[in-house]
């Protein structure tokens, strides 16, 4: 073994290199990705995009006080690590670019192309140590696998979806791992080598802290050591007295990872309550998903891509007829690799190394079915085999002087420019979140996710919302992802209804919301809310009655039950709930805001003034705060001081302006249907001007409204 290592010399590990950023082939990955991926920096937010980056209140560094420490104590909620290192960049990236993607796509863009460098490195070592460190055409075909592998459109998904960067980083620290495994296994100074274990460590763990996929690696590891050190004789890793210590250690890591990443939710690895399939079926279908997936790798048209499949469930072994050749197909194929494992090591590492690193979300786990950017780690090293083979055969058309060589000898360039362009191609679904639905639905009509996503775009404009009602009439009958998303449908579909006005077709969807998933707390707030414009008052606060049975300390539940009484009349009553809304969330702005405006109301101007004047400069409730400060003032507008008050207030203002801002609040349901706000009839009126502006308002073209 020693001399093994030596022919392994330090012009192949050991070598002094020029500083980092100065390397050709860095660059040549830099711009290739970033020409591949250079239409996506406008691409907008979509699906998980928005609950784990836009609308997170724990992803604000700078917004927020205590925003970092916000965000540390988020990320280890529930006594379990939260992918912190993705979550963190997404963090960082907020406190840069706000809320614009174009730095988050930046970022995604720069992560592939650094793994795509590192891969295209691990793969010379691999290849290095296969051939004994002579072979000097190595470089050209990790070069080429690499670039293979970086372009392909099945990485798309993982690199243009923003919140999949935890799928990139992961993959990105899962090959410095190995990379540093591979240094330290051919390093001769021992001060070098614990370096490069520990780099290996650390390479490890910011792996599990960006996707949990990644406690795989030392196993990976383990398939090198098995395929290329030992030269496939499995029998050699077993651990004698000098390794019992290390492979203790390893167990013990990788233990220790496998707790935390799932204390506390141990029995969501089998929960399969909310899924239309069950564990059986889950088991028999993923055969058929990885030989799609393999498909996708080998003919990458991009028509074959999409955020949605149609991928019919095997309820047996005969149904559909390919669940089980599909299984014996995978059975095979791995039995094939394991047994070529010595004579063809590149191909057999590259298909156990594909269907282990698929084993976390392809087999037992309670996961969606298919899903694209799963095959971002395990696709690694799938181009090594098909790289290799093409630039030899090269080689060998050169040897014999083959007339065809000058054209086959473009044809490596020819095949990464042509991934690299059906990538692009790809990209251009992602625009927007209408292109990408559309194309969803255009691949798999059958999808109700792909049909409510499309229904709840039509429904951003009110001129689409008999389009919108249509296409969630049939999304409900169509195939969903899980058994929540049918009743989040049908919140949106009594959201559509209540926007119009129809508070009667809106309770009765919001019940049915709420029958189907009890524990759908916002369909039971929404219902009561339904009720209660609907005019059944007693029905509404029954409703909030009953969530408040179970959750008795619930701010939102307590505040909307405090601004149904106040508009049914029951004044003591509905200040009692602000009062027990405001204990039990001392930062609910809406129960601080309706408190103010029962003081307002009362002739109590102190008691106004003090909790008002904190809200003044809320993004959402400032301006109806501003509006009870002024009704705190009186109607006396001769008193200069308190004139002077309210133009600071509420600054000089058109009449099309105030009209516009006082429609805008009855208009807004976050702010309608959660606080206090004034009925602005002609008495009041008198509070929003000076004398000498007040005929002026009075005859501008505007209905005084509530």
Excluded at 149 to 171: C, D, E, K
Excluded at 447 to 461: T, V
Excluded at 517 to 543: H, K, M, T, V
Aim: glycine share 6%; hydrophobic share 50%.
């Amino acid at each position: 073994m020693q001399k093994y290592f030596e022919s392994l010399n330090a012009a192949n590990f050991m070598r002094a290199r020029r500083p980092f950023l100065y390397n050709n082939y860095l660059w040549v990955f830099i711009i290739f990705v970033f020409l591949v991926y250079s239409n996506t920096f406008q691409s907008q937010w979509i699906l998980d995009d928005y609950y784990n980056i836009v609308l997170n209140p724990d992803q604000r560094l700078v917004d927020e006080v205590g925003g970092l420490t916000k965000t540390i104590r988020a990320i280890i909620a529930n006594d379990r690590l939260d992918r912190p290192l993705a979550r963190l960049s997404f963090a960082l990236n907020r406190a840069v670019g706000g809320e614009n993607p174009w730095s988050y796509h930046l970022l995604n863009t720069l992560i592939h192309a650094m793994a795509a460098f590192v891969l295209y490195r691990t793969q010379i070592f691999l290849l290095r140590v296969r051939g004994g460190g002579k072979d000097s055409a190595s470089k050209y075909i990790a070069l080429f696998a690499a670039l293979l592998w970086a372009g392909h459109p099945i990485q798309t998904q993982s690199v243009t979806y923003v919140v999949q960067r935890m799928t990139v980083l992961a993959g990105l620290f899962y090959l410095l791992g190995i990379y540093c495994f591979l240094r330290a296994r051919g390093a001769n100074d021992s001060a070098f080598q614990m370096g490069w274990w520990s780099g290996c460590l650390l390479s490890f763990l910011l792996a599990i802290a960006s996707k949990e996929n990644a406690i795989l690696l030392p196993i990976s590891i383990l398939l090198i050591e098995i395929l290329f050190f030992k030269k496939g004789n499995w029998r050699a890793i077993l651990p004698g007295r000098k390794l019992i210590l290390v492979w203790s250690g390893g167990l013990i890591l990788v233990g220790g990872a496998f707790c935390l990443l799932t204390a506390g939710n141990l029995h969501l690895l089998l929960n399969y309550e909310e899924r239309y399939f069950t564990l059986t079926e889950r088991l028999l279908t993923q055969p058929r998903v990885l030989w799609f997936y393999l498909s996708l790798i080998a003919w990458p048209m991009p028509w074959r891509f999409s955020l949605e499949h149609d991928f019919p469930v095997s309820k047996s072994f005969l149904d559909p007829w390919s669940t089980a050749p599909a299984l014996v197909g995978i059975l095979f194929l791995i039995t094939l690799a394991w047994r070529a494992r010595v004579r063809y090591p590149l191909f057999s590492f590259g298909v156990l190394y594909y269907f282990l690193n698929q084993a976390v979300e392809s087999t037992f786990l309670p996961l969606e079915m298919v899903f694209e950017h799963r095959n971002y780690i395990p696709s690694m090293f799938l181009f090594l085999t098909p790289a290799s083979i093409l630039l030899k055969g090269i080689n060998l058309f050169k040897k014999k002087n083959i007339p065809l060589y000058p054209m086959i000898r473009i044809a490596p360039v020819l095949l990464v420019v042509a991934l690299g362009v059906a990538a692009y191609e790809r990209n251009l679904a992602w625009a927007t979140p209408a292109s990408l639905w559309w194309d969803a639905f255009q691949k798999a009509p059958r999808s109700g996710r792909a049909m409510a996503y499309l229904a709840l775009i039509c429904s951003e404009n009110p001129s689409g919302f008999p389009l919108a009602l249509r296409l969630y009439t049939k999304a409900l009958e169509a195939e969903h992802p899980n058994r929540w998303f049918a009743s989040e449908m049908l919140n949106n579909v009594a959201a559509l209804y209540y926007a119009t006005g129809n508070y009667k077709d809106a309770a009765e969807y919001w019940k049915r919301a709420a029958e189907r998933s009890p524990d759908f707390l916002d369909a039971r707030i929404r219902l009561s809310l339904a009720l209660f414009r609907n005019g059944q008052n007693r029905e509404a606060i029954e409703q909030l009655d009953g969530i408040l049975e179970k959750d008795p300390r619930n701010a939102q539940v307590l505040n909307l039950r405090g601004k149904i009484r106040f508009e049914t009349d029951d004044p003591k009553s509905a200040l009692g709930d602000f009062e027990r809304a405001l204990e039990a969330g001392p930062d609910y702005t809406p129960a601080k805001l309706n408190i103010g405006a029962f003081h307002a109301l009362a002739g109590d101007a102190a008691t106004a003034q003090t909790i008002l004047v904190p809200l003044l400069k809320h993004p959402d409730f400032g301006f109806v705060a501003s509006l009870w400060l002024i009704v705190a003032m009186g109607d006396t507008i001769e008193d200069e001081d308190r004139l002077n008050q309210k133009s600071v207030l509420l600054p000089k203002l058109s009449a099309y302006e105030m009209e516009k801002r006082l429609n805008d609040l009855q208009r807004n349901i976050r702010i309608a249907d959660t606080a206090l706000l004034p009925v602005f009839d002609e008495s009041m009126f008198r509070l929003f001007a000076s004398p000498n502006r007040l005929e002026q308002l009075k005859q501008a073209p505007w209905t005084l409204s509530r």
